[in-house]
């Protein structure tokens, strides 16, 4: 079985509650993010979310993956597959580290595995991750 994992990070001058607050209010997700404009559900571990994913020039995909793990107001995780565990399932994370300085560090990655992982453009994935990390900081940076 194949397992693959991208990770993306970026700088963002603004307190860790703030970029939790914006992260965490999937209602606005369509007003910024381009990349997941859509989920809908609680934040609590064992719940399950609808989320639909959005690469650039393609069609969405909607999964609705369960919440494994929720750490304060700096980690969301959250397990998705793909019709059955072990043809391609996704751990993604969120997650805020503070810097002590006024900035965070915000961090999106996921752990990919199953027998399908290789037939997906995991590239186009990643450009989504880079592409959401720019909209929240700029959303978050806005005075």
């Known amino acids: 079985m194949k397992t693959e ?7 963002i001058q603004a307190a860790p509650e703030k970029v939790w607050m914006i992260l965490t209010d999937f209602k606005n997700y369509p007003n910024w993010n381009s990349f997941i404009p859509r989920i809908e559900g609680q934040i609590k571990e064992g719940e ?7 690469p650039p020039g393609k069609k969405g995909m909607i999964f609705k993956p369960t919440v494994t793990s929720k750490i304060g107001n700096r980690e969301l995780k959250w397990l998705g597959k793909l019709l059955i565990k072990g043809f391609f399932d996704g751990e993604h994370k969120f997650e805020i ?19 399908l992982v290789r037939l ?10 880079d592409e959401m990390n720019k909209q929240l900081k700029k959303i978050a940076e806005i005075k």
Do not use: C, H, P, W
């Open 97 to 115: 580290i503070d810097n002590n300085n006024g900035t965070v560090t915000f961090i999106q990655s996921e752990k990919f595995s199953g027998f």
């Open 5 to 11: 994992e991208i990770k993306t990070q970026i700088i």
């Open 120 to 129: 997906f453009n995991l590239d186009e994935i990643k450009n989504g991750f």
């Open 48 to 54: 399950r979310l609808i989320v639909k994913i959005q």
